[in-house]
């Protein structure tokens, strides 16, 4: 019989290790083990055991047969990896830039093997005469925990393990003892965890407006013809995108396919789950990073095992293992979180892209303002494009006035609360009705800094600018750094030392001393840090527990509530200040998506924007909810800049523990760069815009080209050069088409 050998992948993220090991596999395993499977090998001189992925099977050996090693062992309820999905991880590795091993990790359905839920009941054997007799004699002995049991199954033939030993707090071996006495019997069954606790009734389907009928019909043609295309559906906010999602999903489940749901924050999970709970029960499961392992794990192994149909969570759940997905939705597109801050630096929606290929499905976007590069990719013909341009409810966009902050000054109102915001809050709070407060800002305050000599106090370690917390402490929001708020400048004395206060915190602080009894609820990083906190906000807030919901910008996103007809962006240019190729873009669709949660009931909505520029293009098109006009600008400008999407980017990123060596190094790659005789650009190297984090110093260059494949390929031969210089204290990463600047 011929040997047969396997291609190992090793658990050991390393760039001398990113390659595949070559194994004997035993006679006992041939037949079991298969491509994909979680294995143990020894490995190295010491040959230590550790734990791999089977990435192929052959019965060549590309080594000394004699010098080949045998596989110790499967690993037993080991999270296998099927072939699919080792075909992913090969793509991200090779479109992303990262060692095998963590593109494999990025796959896996779950981080660990985790032990299976045992479910168990106790069961009657006796016959009643039986169990009377023996309820008499342990009466008799004063077993009183037996005669407890015995009762019970007098009552009932069949009782959960865990109500005896908890409701009846009688002991396990108790339970045996009557069990050897043929009494009863104890049967396990394996349940899976269920993160889902709903228990609302199904809804009628909402019957669908003739736009919507028509993507629905346009789409499911497409897909009847074997069609598997990318469409985009650019709906203003409250125009029903979701009920097409469902509507699609339903038909494609009907073909015996699955569909994954992409949302951009877990902070979405609930309301979105909510309604796709009453449209499909629970056929319908959620995948996000509160779950405990154990409901992870369980979610992976009912989607194998088909016992879920629809998955939902954020970039992550693109990697439930469904046997045969037809669908991959992401709502909300254009979000920032649906690109990897980790390495690998994967993009959701092209990893989607590549998910669909494999599986032979359709993809569908969803925004009100779409990423410049899907609508890039749309105006091209490379998606199709659909719009949405009517509320659902019969109501109309809000109304929306941009003042002026610097006129606000200048005429005395030094109140972070403009007099038009006011005076629409007090209306609402009159009528009963709800208004959000929004600003992207996190913690209780901002930067502390002199106003004598403008020192700002800043972390030693990082870098960064420190926030000031309540009870006086500085605290840094990278490395969690932390010290006591001087009382004078430690650089020239002075006591006009003080904090640019502008959290949401300082916010409700402000709206009670304004509207005393106001009832208010806060959203931001620091609220929400508990399992259930995002839930327990948003549906405080939907019954009506609050006037105000005060927060960051997770309480824009997606949320439906009828009841508020009044959103303030307080500060709305904050985010035109960062020095990101990307910032009018990302302020455009922040405003846009704020005030569209005004009025999406039955009555109208106002909106209030307050800025120091309020004549932005940005600020103005939102006001007017003008998609195409800030398009028309923004793609103007990347295009003359050679900006994504007109064209492609690479930022390579250098970590180093001196700061010398770290600035050698970016210089000696970018010459590498330089000297491939390639039609690109190279801007730095620099400084990254924070030069050091937890005392690790940071360097970056970008690489500008119009062909993505172009900067693979300069990807590939920098992680030559890195193999063959094996620097000790430094490292590299790659991020095609960054989200932010590093």
């Not at 194994?23 to 395993?29: A, C, N």
């Not at 001189?45 to 004699?66: E, M, R, T």
């Not at 006495?181 to 899976?192: E, M």
């Not at 327990?536 to 009506?544: G, P, R, T, V, W």
């Amino acid at each position: 019989m011929k040997e047969l050998y396997a291609d190992i992948i090793v658990d050991i993220s390393h760039e001398k290790l990113d390659r595949p090991f070559q194994y004997r596999v035993p006679e006992k395993m041939r037949g079991i083990l298969e491509a994909g499977m979680c294995v143990t090998v020894p490995f190295g001189n010491g040959n230590k055991l550790i734990k791999g992925y089977c990435v192929a099977l052959s019965d060549k050996c590309n080594f000394d047969p004699a010098r080949t090693k045998d596989i110790v062992a499967i690993v037993k309820n080991g999270v296998g990896v099927e072939d699919k999905l080792i075909a992913l991880a090969g793509f991200i590795r090779r479109s992303y830039g990262s060692t095998m091993i963590q593109a494999l990790k990025t796959v896996l359905p779950a981080k660990q093997s985790v032990k299976k839920l045992e479910h168990r009941t106790v069961e009657r054997v006796m016959s009643r005469e039986e169990l009377i007799s023996l309820l008499g004699e342990s009466e008799r002995k004063k077993q009183t925990a037996k005669a407890r049991v015995l009762r019970e199954l007098l009552e009932q033939p069949s009782i959960p393990y865990e109500w005896i030993t908890g409701k009846l707090n009688v002991s396990g071996p108790t339970v045996k003892s009557l069990e050897k006495a043929g009494a009863l019997r104890i049967v396990s069954t394996d349940s899976y965890r269920n993160p889902v606790k709903l228990t609302e009734s199904a809804e009628c389907k909402k019957s669908l407006s003739e736009a919507q009928q028509h993507i629905v019909d346009s789409i499911l043609s497409e897909y009847e013809e074997g069609i598997r295309g990318t469409y985009l559906i650019h709906g203003i906010t409250g125009s029903g995108k979701t009920e097409v999602y469902m509507e699609l999903i339903e038909q494609v489940i009907k073909k015996g396919k699955q569909a994954i749901v992409l949302i951009p924050e877990i902070a979405l999970t609930y309301q979105t789950l909510l309604r796709f709970y009453k449209r499909f029960g629970d056929r319908v499961s959620v995948m996000n990073s509160t779950l405990s392992p154990g409901e992870k794990y369980d979610q992976c192994e009912r989607a194998k095992n088909g016992e879920i149909d629809v998955i939902i969570g954020p970039r992550s759940a693109l990697f439930t293992p469904f046997p045969d997905i037809g669908l991959i939705v992401i709502d909300e597109e254009h979000e920032g979180s649906y690109k990897s801050e980790g390495t690998p630096k994967y993009h959701a929606r092209e990893t989607a892209l590549e998910v669909a290929r494999l599986h032979g499905a359709s993809v569908v976007l969803g925004s009100a303002t779409p990423s410049l590069e899907a609508y890039y990719r749309a105006e091209k013909g490379d998606y199709k494009l659909f719009t949405l341009t009517e509320r659902l409810t019969g109501g109309t966009l809000p109304d929306v006035s941009i003042v002026d902050l610097r006129q606000e000054l200048k005429e005395g109102n030094r109140s972070i609360f403009s007099r038009r915001l006011q005076e629409l809050l007090a209306d609402r709070l009159n009528k009963g009705q709800q208004s959000i407060l929004f600003i992207n800002r996190r913690g209780y305050a901002g930067f502390i800094s002199c106003r004598s000599c403008g020192h700002v106090m800043k972390c030693p370690h990082c870098d960064v600018s420190l926030s000031e917390h309540k009870g006086g402490s500085l605290v840094c929001h990278y490395c969690g750094y932390s010290e006591y708020k001087p009382v004078k400048c430690p650089e020239c004395g002075s006591k006009y030392i003080s904090g640019f206060r502008a959290g949401t915190q300082q916010i409700e602080e402000k709206l009670k001393e304004l509207f005393p009894g106001v009832r208010t609820l806060r959203m931001d990083a620091d609220t929400t840090k508990t399992k259930d906190s995002y839930e327990q906000i948003l549906s405080a807030f939907a019954n009506e527990e609050a006037d105000v919901l005060i927060g960051t910008q997770m309480i824009v996103k997606g949320h439906d509530f009828p009841k508020v007809t009044l959103v303030g962006v307080l500060a709305a240019d904050l985010s035109l200040s960062v020095g990101d190729y990307r910032c009018s873009e990302r302020t455009f669709q922040l405003l846009t998506q704020a005030v569209g949660r005004a009025g999406r009931g039955r009555e109208p909505g106002e909106a209030v924007i307050q800025t120091y520029q309020p004549e932005h293009y940005a600020v103005v098109h939102a006001a007017n909810q003008d998609y195409e006009s800030f398009y028309e600008e923004e793609i103007l400008y990347r295009e003359l800049s050679g900006y994504p999407p007109a064209a492609h980017m690479l930022a390579v990123q250098i970590f180093a523990k001196m700061e010398e060596s770290g600035k050698v190094l970016a210089k000696r790659l970018a010459d590498v760069v330089k000297s491939m005789g390639l039609q690109i650009q190279v801007m730095g190297p620099s400084s990254a815009a924070i030069g050091k984090i937890n005392d690790i110093f940071r360097f970056v260059f970008y690489v500008k080209s119009e062909n993505y494949d172009t900067l693979i390929q300069i990807k590939d031969v920098l992680e030559e050069k890195w193999k063959e210089w094996q620097p000790k204290w430094e490292s590299v990463q790659f991020d095609f088409d960054p989200m932010n600047s590093f």
